[in-house]
C-alpha cells in the first residue's frame, strides 16, 4: 500500500475487548519528595521528568477539547464509550499534573507563568491550532500525541532506567499515568479514521508532533534548570547528547523506533498488543 491510495474510513473502535477503561485517581504522596532530586539523586533526570509533568496539563487540555468537539461524528457506539471513559481520564490526569506542578514550583522555586510562556505551551490550545489548521489537523495531532504518550507510557513501566532510583511515590504517579495512557492509546487514533480515514496528514502530523514535544521538553527542562541558578547548556547538553539520552540504546532512539511503524499505512496502535502489560499492572 502507499501514499496515493484512496481515503478509507474505518468507523469502528479497534481496541480489544479485554481492555476495561477504568477512571482512577492517583493516591501516590509525592509532594514530599519534589524538592529533592528524586530520581536517585540525578538532577538532569529529575528535571526531564518534571518537565514532560509540566508540558502535560496543555496538551490534555487540547486532546479533550477535540474528541470532545468530535463526538457528534461518531457513530460506532463503542467507540463513543471509548470516548468518554479517554476524556473521564485525561481531566483526571490534567487536574493531578496541574496539582503536581503547583507544588513543584512551590517547593523549588520555579516561576510557573514564566515557565508556561518561555516553553509555548499555551500556543497549543484547540482554538489557536484550529484556526490556523483546521478541524483534520487537530484530530491528526491527538492521534500523535497519544500515541507518543503511550510509547513513553510503555517505555516506563517495562525499561529499568525510567524508574530506578525513583522513591516508590513517585513510581505509583507515574505507573498511573501510564497505565491509563496504553488504555486509551488508540482512541484518537479510531476517532480520526472514523471521520478522515487519510493517513497522509496523520504522518506529517507524527513527524512534527514528535519533533516539537522533544523541543519543548527541553525547553522546559533548560528554563527550569536555569532558575535553579545553573547554566541551561549543562542540561541541554545531557538532554542532547549523553549515553542515556541520546546513545543507541539511549532514550531517545528507542522512542524513535517505536515510533517508527506508524508510518505504515496499515499501521494501528493495538498492532502492539501490550494488554498483559496491563493485566500485570491492574490486577
Known amino acids: 500500500m502507499n501514499g496515493n491510495m484512496e481515503k478509507f474510513v474505518l468507523d469502528i473502535s479497534r481496541t480489544p475487548e479485554s481492555i476495561t477503561y477504568i477512571s482512577r485517581k492517583t493516591n501516590a ?28 496539563p496543555s496538551g490534555e487540555k487540547l486532546l479533550i477539547d477535540v474528541i470532545n468537539n468530535n463526538l457528534k461524528n461518531i457513530n460506532d457506539e463503542k467507540l463513543l464509550r471509548e ?14 499534573h496541574i496539582r503536581y506542578n503547583n507544588s513543584l514550583c512551590d517547593s523549588r522555586g520555579y516561576d510557573y507563568e514564566k515557565l508556561q510562556l518561555e516553553s509555548h505551551i499555551n500556543r497549543n490550545s484547540y482554538k489557536v491550532v484550529k484556526r490556523a489548521l483546521g478541524e483534520q489537523y487537530c484530530l491528526a495531532m491527538t492521534a500523535c500525541i497519544e ?31 501510564s497505565i491509563e495512557e496504553i488504555e486509551h492509546k488508540a482512541v484518537c487514533f479510531d476517532v480520526y479514521l472514523s471521520i478522515y480515514g487519510e493517513r497522509e496528514l496523520l504522518h506529517k502530523v507524527m513527524r512534527y508532533s514528535a519533533q516539537q514535544l522533544g523541543h519543548t521538553i527541553l525547553s522546559i527542562a533548560c528554563n527550569m534548570y536555569q532558575m535553579e541558578g545553573h547554566p541551561k547548556e549543562e542540561i541541554e547538553t545531557w538532554i542532547t547528547q549523553s549515553e542515556f539520552m541520546a546513545g543507541e540504546n539511549g532514550i531517545l532512539k528507542t522512542i524513535e523506533r517505536k515510533i517508527s511503524p506508524f508510518y505504515d499505512f496499515n499501521f494501528h496502535p493495538w498492532d502492539n498488543d501490550n494488554s498483559e502489560l496491563l493485566a500485570k499492572f491492574t490486577t
Open 147 to 177: 500515541h507518543l504518550n503511550s510509547i513513553a507510557g510503555e517505555l516506563m513501566l517495562t525499561d529499568k532506567r525510567w524508574f530506578s532510583g525513583m522513591p516508590i511515590e513517585m513510581i505509583d504517579f507515574w505507573e498511573w499515568h
Open 83 to 96: 470516548c468518554k471513559w479517554f476524556i473521564r481520564q485525561e481531566v483526571n490526569h490534567s487536574a493531578e
Open 29 to 56: 504522596q509525592y509532594s514530599k519528595h519534589l524538592s529533592e532530586d528524586w530520581h536517585g539523586g540525578d538532577r538532569f533526570k529529575t528535571i526531564l521528568m518534571n518537565a514532560i509533568s509540566f508540558l502535560l
